[in-house]
C-alpha cells in the first residue's frame, strides 16, 4: 500500500451532538438535554481500506457516517480527507470537495427520486460536478450501468420499476458516478434478500479494487462486515470500544460488548447452534439523550466491576493491531 | 394425528394486472410440541400461508382456490367467522413483526394482554388481571402489575414484543404462530426474545410455527424447516438434516449465499437474477430460471414435494428425485 503523507481520512475525537427540544424550549436558550449520537470517535482509513463499523440500532453508526459525507455538522473535532479538515467547511469549498466523498444509503426506495429515470439518476451528478453533456456524458452513463450489472435497455425506466437490489445498482452507479476516493456505504444490503444481498456485496467488493477507492462500511449484520471489511470499529452508544483487524475482532473478541454482540448472533449452522454455550445479554440499549456514566456498556455488561460505573475508558492498545476501551481486557 | 394439517392450499391473490398465485399447492403439517422454522425470501408466501389459515387476508384480492387446514375437526379454511373468531388468540395465536403496530397505542398494556382471555370469556376481570400480570412477569417484564398500566409508547421495543409475547400466550394456546418475531429487534434483544419464546413453548407444551428470512434463527430454535420459494414448499427436512445436506438447490444457493461470521475473504455465491414478482408460475420448477443446476425439462416439469432415501426429508428438485429413485420427472 502505498502510504501518502495523510490518510484519505482522519476523524480524530468527531462529536456529534443533537439538540433536544424540551417543552420550554421556546423560553430556555439551550436546550434541554442532547442526544449524544457520536461521541469522540476516532478513526483512520488509509487509501484502498475497507472499514466496517458495526454496532446496535441508535450506536451512532449512521450519524458518523452521515457526519463523514458532511451531511451533518460536526459539533466538535475534526475529520480530514487528504489532510484537508472538511468538518468545518461550508458552502463552495464543502461543494468542491463533495464529489471525492459520496453515499449509499440503506433504503434505495427512499434514496432515488421516483421521478427521475436511471438516466436522469445517474446523470446528474455528473453534469453538475462533470460539467458533461451530450453523447460524452450519455456513454459515461452507459458504462457506468454496465459496471454495476444494469441493462441498458433500463434506462428510461423509473426507480418503482425496480426491484430493491436493482434499485440499489442504481445509487450505486449515481455515487461512483464522481470517482469518489471514498465511499461511504449505509447499511447497503440490510434491505434487500438473502440472494440479493450477495449480488450486492459481490459488486461493491470488485468495484473497490477495481476503482481503488477507499470504504466504509456500516452495517449491524456482522456476517457482512466479517466478509467484506479488513478493519472493524465497533460502537456503542455513540463510542468505540474495539477496533481491529476483522479477523481478530470476531475470531477473538476483547471487549464484553463485542463478546455479547457475536454471542448473540445465531450461527445458521444447528450443530454448531446448539453446542456453543448460550449467554442471554442483560438489558437493552440506553438512551444516548441520558447514557450511563462512566463505560457506556456498564450496566449490562457480565464483567462489570464496580469502579466502571465511575471512570470512563478510553480506547487503549491492546497489542500491535487492536485497541480495546476496557481496562479488564488482559493487555500484551 | 397431528395438530394442524394443511393439504393442497393455494392463495391467489386476483389484481388488476392479473392472478398472482402467493400460495400454490402447500401442504404440510405441525405435529404437537413441535416447532417449525418457515423460511423464505419476500414475497415467498410464508406470511400468506399462515394468514389465509386464520382469515387475515382482504378477500378479495386475495382468493383461496383449494386445500383444506384441519385443526381438531375443524377446517381453518372454510369455518367462517365465528368459528375462527372462537379459534383466533384462544387456540392459534400469533405473533407479528412489529411490536409498534400490533399493540394498540391507545391502550393500556395490561388491558391489551388481558383481551384475549375477556374476549373469549375465559375468566373473569380479576383472574384475568391476575393471569395477565403473572403471564407479563413470564415473559421478563418486572414490576408487571405496575407496567401493566403504562401505555405502549413507553416501552422499548424489546419489552413491547415481550408484551405482544405475552398477549398471544397468555390464553395458553395450542399454537403460535411468530411472523418474523425478532427482525426488526436489534440481535442482543433478539437473543432475549428467543430464549423467551423457547422457554414459554416447553413450559406450555404448544406447537409453533416460527416464519423467518434468517436461517441462523432457524438453525437455533426450530424442530423441522420447510423453505418456501415463489409460493411453493422447495424442501422440508428436519432441522439438522436440511443444514448438513440440502436436497434442493434453492436451499443450496440460499446457504451458500450467507456470509458466515466464521469466514471471510472468498467471494459469495450469488443467486443471479430476481425472484419472482407473479408468485408461482403456471408450469415447472419456480426456481428452474435461476438455477445453475436446472434441466431443461425443469421449465414445465412437475415437480412435486416428494419424500427421499430419509422420509422426513421432502424436496420438489426433480433431480434430486431421480437420484434417490422416486418419481419420474411426469411431464405435465
Redesign the interface.
Known amino acids: 500500500m502505498n502510504r501518502h503523507p495523510h490518510p484519505l481520512l482522519h476523524v480524530e475525537n468527531l462529536r456529534v451532538w443533537f439538540p433536544v427540544k424540551g417543552r420550554l424550549a421556546l423560553v430556555r436558550r439551550v436546550p434541554a438535554a442532547y442526544v449524544q449520537a457520536v461521541d469522540g470517535v476516532s478513526l483512520t482509513a488509509h487509501s484502498g481500506d475497507i472499514i466496517g463499523v458495526v454496532g446496535?440500532?441508535g450506536c451512532g453508526k449512521s450519524t458518523l457516517a452521515r457526519a463523514i459525507v458532511r451531511l451533518e455538522t460536526p459539533t466538535a473535532g475534526s475529520i480530514s480527507v487528504s489532510g484537508r479538515d472538511i468538518a468545518a467547511m461550508s458552502g463552495k469549498e464543502l461543494r468542491r470537495i463533495r464529489p471525492l466523498i459520496q453515499m449509499i444509503f440503506q433504503d434505495p426506495y427512499a434514496s432515488l427520486n421516483p421521478r427521475m429515470t436511471v438516466f436522469d439518476a445517474v446523470a446528474e451528478p455528473i453534469r453538475v460536478h462533470r460539467r458533461m453533456t451530450g453523447r460524452a456524458l450519455s456513454s459515461e452513463v452507459f458504462a457506468l450501468m454496465d459496471k454495476v450489472g444494469l441493462a441498458s435497455r433500463f434506462v428510461r425506466k423509473y426507480p418503482h420499476e425496480f426491484?430493491g437490489?436493482?434499485r440499489q445498482r442504481i445509487a450505486i452507479a449515481r455515487a461512483l458516478a464522481l470517482q469518489p476516493q471514498l465511499l461511504v456505504a449505509d447499511e447497503p444490503v440490510s434491505a434487500l434478500?438473502?440472494?440479493?444481498?450477495?449480488?450486492i456485496?459481490?459488486l461493491l467488493?470488485a468495484l473497490q479494487q477495481e476503482f481503488d477507492m477507499t470504504m466504509i462500511f456500516i452495517s449491524?449484520?456482522?456476517?457482512?462486515v466479517?466478509?467484506?471489511a479488513r478493519r472493524v470499529f465497533v460502537m456503542y452508544l455513540g463510542r468505540i470500544v474495539e477496533t481491529g483487524p476483522?479477523?481478530e475482532v470476531?475470531d477473538a473478541p476483547a471487549h464484553p460488548y463485542t463478546q455479547?454482540?457475536?454471542?448473540?448472533?445465531?450461527?445458521?449452522?444447528?450443530?454448531?447452534?446448539?453446542s456453543r454455550v448460550?449467554v442471554?445479554?442483560k438489558g437493552?440499549?440506553p438512551s444516548p439523550i441520558n447514557p450511563p456514566s462512566g463505560c457506556r456498556f456498564h450496566p449490562?455488561c457480565p464483567k462489570a466491576q464496580p469502579s466502571c460505573s465511575l471512570n470512563d475508558p478510553a480506547l487503549e492498545r491492546l497489542d500491535e493491531v487492536r485497541e480495546v476501551a476496557c481496562p479488564f481486557v488482559r493487555r500484551v | 394425528m397431528p395438530l394442524l394439517d394443511v393439504k393442497d392450499l393455494r392463495v391467489w391473490f386476483h389484481t388488476r394486472d392479473g392472478i398472482v398465485r402467493a400460495v400454490d399447492g402447500v401442504s404440510f403439517s405441525l405435529e404437537r410440541g413441535e416447532t417449525l422454522g418457515v423460511v423464505g425470501?419476500?414475497g415467498c408466501g410464508k406470511s400468506v400461508t399462515f394468514y389465509s389459515m386464520l382469515g387475515l387476508l382482504p378477500m378479495p384480492p386475495a382468493k383461496i382456490e383449494s386445500g383444506t387446514a384441519m385443526f381438531k375437526d375443524v377446517d381453518l379454511l372454510t369455518a367462517g367467522g365465528a368459528a375462527l373468531r372462537a379459534i383466533r388468540g384462544r387456540h392459534i395465536s400469533m405473533v407479528f413483526q412489529d411490536p409498534m403496530t400490533a399493540l394498540n397505542p391507545y391502550m393500556r398494556i395490561g388491558k391489551q394482554v388481558m383481551e384475549p382471555l375477556l374476549a373469549h370469556g375465559l375468566c373473569n376481570r380479576n383472574e384475568a388481571r391476575r393471569r395477565a400480570a403473572a403471564m407479563l412477569e413470564a415473559a421478563g417484564i418486572q414490576d408487571a402489575q405496575e407496567r401493566m398500566n403504562a401505555y405502549p409508547h413507553a416501552f422499548?421495543?424489546?419489552?413491547r414484543q415481550r408484551a405482544v409475547i405475552a398477549m398471544a400466550l397468555v390464553s395458553q394456546p395450542d399454537i403460535l404462530i411468530a411472523d418474523e418475531p425478532t427482525t426488526a429487534l436489534?440481535?442482543?434483544?433478539?437473543?432475549?426474545i428467543?430464549?423467551l419464546m423457547a422457554k414459554l413453548r416447553d413450559e406450555l407444551g404448544m406447537a409453533m410455527a416460527l416464519i423467518t428470512?434468517?436461517?441462523?434463527?432457524?438453525?437455533?430454535v426450530c424442530d423441522r424447516v420447510m423453505v418456501m420459494y415463489a409460493g411453493r414448499i422447495l424442501e422440508e427436512a428436519p432441522?439438522?438434516l436440511l443444514?448438513?445436506r440440502p436436497r434442493h438447490p434453492y436451499t443450496r444457493?440460499?446457504?451458500e449465499?450467507?456470509?458466515?461470521?466464521?469466514e471471510?475473504?472468498k467471494?459469495?455465491?450469488?443467486?443471479?437474477g430476481?425472484?419472482p414478482?407473479q408468485g408461482a408460475p403456471e408450469r415447472g420448477c419456480p426456481f428452474a430460471p435461476?438455477c445453475d443446476v436446472a434441466l431443461p425439462e425443469c421449465a414445465d416439469a412437475v415437480c412435486p414435494l416428494m419424500s427421499l432415501d430419509e422420509l422426513a426429508h421432502r424436496t420438489a428438485c426433480i433431480r434430486e428425485h431421480r437420484a434417490a429413485g422416486v418419481g419420474g420427472g411426469v411431464r405435465s
Not at chain 1, 449491524?220 to 457482512?224: E, F, K, S, T, Y
Not at chain 1, 455479547?260 to 450443530?271: K, W
Not at chain 2, 436489534?186 to 432475549?192: L, R
Open positions: 446496535e440500532s426491484s437490489g436493482q434478500d438473502v440472494s440479493v444481498q450477495a449480488q456485496i459481490n467488493a449491524h449484520d456482522l456476517g457482512v466479517r466478509h467484506i476483522a479477523a470476531f455479547t454482540l457475536l454471542q448473540a448472533i445465531p450461527i445458521p449452522d444447528p450443530e454448531q447452534e446448539r448460550h442471554v445479554p437493552e440499549p449490562r | 425470501e419476500s422499548s421495543g424489546g419489552m436489534d440481535v442482543t434483544v433478539q437473543a432475549q428467543l430464549a428470512h434468517d436461517l441462523g434463527v432457524i438453525a437455533g432441522t439438522a443444514f448438513r444457493a440460499l446457504l449465499a450467507l456470509p458466515g461470521i466464521q471471510a475473504g467471494s459469495l455465491r450469488a443467486i443471479p430476481l425472484p414478482e435461476r
